[in-house]
């Protein structure tokens, strides 16, 4: 009886969840098409204008431009130096590993305020706050160890027996690389890519504390807009969050329709079974 009353429950938290995330996500795009809405269940008309008008006055397509960038810059920097390091924590053990790792990851573990307000000054300091140098770096620091926490099982997985067999063949560590590494690593750097992609587009505190007048990301100009001074529109705002989530989503639907995570994880077992 207490386990179904255990069940139940459980059922009934997530059944409201989804339906509290269903009601904000319906009122927000049911606003954003909205001409006007003033106590009624719907509104009495509907127009696309607002999304011409957010993507006018709030300048979108240079934001999204930006925002893509960032993105972009930070994959394949977090990728060149996740890869590598995931590599040598995967190879090599020493007695201060399990510190070192601690250590690495504490950026996905403690609030991105509480280190992003003293790091936000040292990059001011070097005269790279405000720009989009500057997020690209403020956003790494997160990001890397994202990287190589993703990466580590998957070489974890190799053995190390292929690498020994490509020597003894007499084959380079660029060989070994391009031909043994990459090939089944490559599940790997595809999901390792695609979380730290959605990661750096969602990715707020740290946009927000580093980002200037033209290095806004979508999330940081969605937040400016909302609290900006005068007078917004608040269906321009909600058609300007709809844009967001659908950035969002469509940069995952794409990328997904080329890596599929836990097919990746479990077809690379199987490989090394």
């Not at 938290?13 to 009601?23: E, S, V, Y």
């Not at 573990?109 to 000054?121: D, E, H, K, R, S």
């Not at 160890?145 to 998957?154: D, H, K, N, Y």
């Not at 690389?177 to 505190?205: D, Q, W, Y």
Request: proline share 5%; aromatic share 14%.
């Amino acid at each position: 009886m207490r386990g179904r009353m255990w069940k139940l429950a459980i059922y009934l938290f997530l059944l409201g969840f989804i339906l509290n995330l269903l009601g904000i996500v319906t009122h927000v795009v049911v606003s954003s098409f909205a001409k006007r809405w003033f106590g009624k269940p719907l509104p009495p008309a509907f127009t696309t204008d607002w999304f011409t008008y957010a993507w006018r006055e709030f300048e979108l397509s240079h934001v999204l431009f930006i925002t893509l960038f960032i993105a972009l810059a930070v994959v394949f920097i977090a990728l060149a130096i996740g890869f590598p390091a995931a590599y040598v924590l995967a190879r090599r053990n020493f007695n201060a590993k399990p510190v070192l790792l601690l250590l690495y990851f504490l950026p996905l573990l403690i609030p991105q305020m509480t280190y992003g307000i003293p790091l936000a000054t040292t990059l001011y300091g070097f005269g790279v706050g405000g720009t989009v140098i500057g997020v690209i770096l403020a956003v790494l620091v997160p990001m890397v160890p994202l990287a190589v926490f993703i990466l580590l099982p998957f070489f974890e997985q190799i053995s190390l027996n292929l690498e020994w067999s490509a020597q003894m063949l007499g084959a380079s560590r660029l060989q070994i690389f391009r031909r043994i590494l990459l090939p089944l690593m490559l599940p790997g750097i595809l999901t390792a890519g695609l979380l730290v992609l959605v990661n750096t587009i969602s990715n707020f505190e740290l946009a927000f504390l580093l980002a200037g007048g033209g290095s806004q990301t979508l999330v940081v100009a969605l937040y400016y807009n909302v609290f900006a001074g005068g007078v917004r529109p608040v269906y321009s705002i909600d058609a300007m969050a709809v844009i967001y989530m659908c950035t969002v989503m469509a940069v995952l639907l794409v990328a997904l329709r080329f890596v599929r995570p836990t097919q990746m994880v479990f077809r690379l077992d199987g490989r090394r079974n």
